[in-house]
């Protein structure tokens, strides 16, 4: 008799569903992937009802209404393994700028019956909500990083996943330093690796996909722009991007914002 094999499952939350596809990317990844686990709940690429317990969990995301906020809990409860993806699970994605300002003004410009809308002051990441075991950054994910993470669940180990910075992927593709050579506002030394380099690639600075690396110097760079002749309202923009509320970043920004 076989054993069960791992159930997966795939949620939603705020986002844009570019995290989803890119697994839904993995098309042949995906049959293999089939062959190991039980794709059992992925309304993005089916509709099955939610059932019992799942063994791992990736979360697409943030937490921008009350039913979020609720829903999580239940997602956790039900989860062994809880892995978010992308900026929107993991800083709140680019729809927390409304956190650095008064959302009831938005909601007002924007709906014709404000009453109705019922949505939180904030967009926050998952972990702030509940435990989560692994992040995996980028906007969207990378997909080769995704099956990584799945992989390493299979198998119980911890996923390989790069923490230096997107300078270090441009060193090792033998680009030069835009920010160095040519004066461009990148912030490659602070924002993790993962993209593999592609906005340097095109002679445009990093726009910070991937959020803060583990150990970044925002100071030190804000300091560098600012001898470029960026000021302090360029800073701000800037950091507040897809990972605004990623805490290097929002800690950085708010020095700019005053």
């Known amino acids: 008799m076989h054993a069960p094999k791992p159930r997966l499952a795939v949620w939603k939350f705020a986002s844009c569903d570019g995290c989803q596809l890119s697994l839904l990317d993995c098309e042949p990844q995906l049959l ?62 680019i729809q927390a700028l409304r956190n650095f300002a008064d959302s009831g003004e938005f909601i007002a410009a924007v709906y014709a019956h404000p009453a109705y809308i019922r949505t939180l002051a904030t967009s926050t990441a998952i972990a702030e909500h509940v435990p989560v075991d692994f992040e995996l950054r980028g906007c969207p994910v990378n997909k080769r990083q995704l099956l990584e993470v799945i992989s390493a669940f299979l198998a119980g180990r911890r996923p390989a996943i790069a923490t230096h910075s997107v300078c270090i992927e441009c060193k090792s593709l033998g680009r030069a330093c835009l920010l160095v050579a040519h004066g461009t506002a990148c912030l490659g030394p602070v924002t993790q690796a993962g993209c593999g380099a592609i906005c340097p690639a095109f002679q445009r600075g990093c726009y910070g996909c991937y959020g803060p690396h583990e150990s970044p110097n925002t100071l030190a760079l804000s300091r560098a722009l600012a001898t470029l ?30």
């Open 229 to 258: 002749g960026l000021d302090r309202a360029h800073l701000l923009r800037l950091y507040r991007s897809f990972n605004a509320n990623a805490e290097a970043f929002r800690t950085e920004s708010a020095r700019h914002a005053r």
């Open 32 to 93: 293999t992937l089939g062959e190991a686990l039980e794709i059992a709940y992925f309304p993005e690429a089916a509709t099955v009802p939610m059932r019992g317990h799942y063994d791992l969990s990736l979360i697409e995301g943030s937490i921008s209404t009350p039913r979020d906020a609720e829903r999580i809990v239940a997602v956790r409860r039900r989860s062994t393994r809880l892995v978010t993806l992308g900026a929107c699970a993991t800083a709140g994605g």
